[in-house]
């Protein structure tokens, strides 16, 4: 019995566990699609209302994962629903989750672009674009270029990671971490945006420019964190639905109703 199958069993149609599957499987797709997941990388979410979330099993393709891929896992590591193997990097998951009860969602990708930025002497990635004010407290590297298989290996990272919402890994990869699956997606899109443009005024062979605290400040005022995730989130379901990266079935799952764009302010 799949996943969904079961959630419908049991659940009923609309369960907690589907749609953080649902929600878990688009933002992996769209992530790919967007060139920020590749082969590898994976994305887990917390269920709400259970003590467990969910991770795609390690071998399904990042481009064609479904609610179906999706384990759910315990905070012990334990595949508790679900029929396959979690990725082995699942300690950086479940070391992340347990330090960080603010966080519901995590990303690791092995994005070149962040790479990059932990192989260059007297660089570090810092906010140049508006939105990467989200990374105002700092964007720290664990120098650990191992893969993450192990608990103690997971810990370190957590600990590397701390309070802030991204860690690079030192010639491996990078994670970011959120309050909901849509938020990390957006936060994503925005990391590499924030990548790309530092790494461009290093190729133009300038010396960048970050944004400053009072700079940082302004932009903070004016942020709509929330509103902004929900027109992201709107722009790429649909693109996704209209490119078939995502399937025509999960459309009524995934995307706004017009009484709330509406209600949001996002149409008029
Ligand atoms: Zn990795």
Same mark, same amino acid.
């Given at each position: ?21 649902? #929600? ?19 994305? =887990? ?10 991770? !795609? *099993?390690? =071998?399904? =393709?990042?481009?064609?994962?479904? /609610? ?12 508790? #629903?679900?029929?396959?193997?979690? /990725? ?7 070391? *992340? ?6 966080? !519901? ?40 270029? =191992? ?25 491996? @990869? ?30 133009? @062979?300038?010396?960048?420019? /970050? ?7 302004? *932009? #903070? ?48």
């Amino acid at each position: 019995m799949t996943l969904t199958e079961m959630a419908r069993t049991t659940r009923g149609s609309n369960s907690a566990v589907e749609q953080t599957a649902l #929600e878990t499987a688009a933002t992996t797709r769209l992530l790919e699609a967007e060139g920020i997941l590749d082969y590898s990388g994976h994305v =887990s979410t917390r269920i709400p209302g259970r003590d467990a979330f969910v991770i !795609q *099993i390690g =071998s399904t =393709s990042r481009a064609e994962v479904n /609610p179906e891929s999706m384990l759910v896992v315990d905070y012990d590591g334990r595949v508790i #629903e679900g029929d396959g193997q979690p /990725p082995s990097e699942l300690p950086i998951h479940l070391e *992340i989750l347990r330090a960080r009860p603010d966080v !519901q969602s995590v990303m690791h990708s092995h994005m070149e672009l962040a790479i990059a930025f932990t192989m260059m002497e007297g660089v570090t990635l810092m906010p140049m674009r508006a939105r990467a004010s989200r990374w105002k407290s700092g964007i720290p590297t664990d120098p650990d270029p =191992s893969h993450i298989k192990l608990p103690e290996q997971g810990r370190a990272l957590a600990r590397t990671l701390g309070p802030h919402h991204a860690v690079l890994m030192r010639a491996h @990869g990078l994670c970011l971490v959120a309050e909901s699956v849509r938020a990390l997606f957006v936060d994503a899109v925005h990391f590499k945006e924030n990548a790309t443009a530092q790494m461009q005024a290093l190729q133009a @062979g300038a010396k960048p420019i /970050p944004l400053s605290d009072a700079e940082i400040e302004q *932009i #903070e005022r004016m942020e709509m964190r929330d509103w902004h995730i929900k027109k992201l989130w709107n722009y790429y379901v649909r693109k996704g639905l209209a490119e078939d990266v995502l399937p025509q079935a999960w459309a009524g799952d995934l995307v706004p109703t017009k009484d709330m764009l509406k209600r949001d302010h996002i149409l008029k």
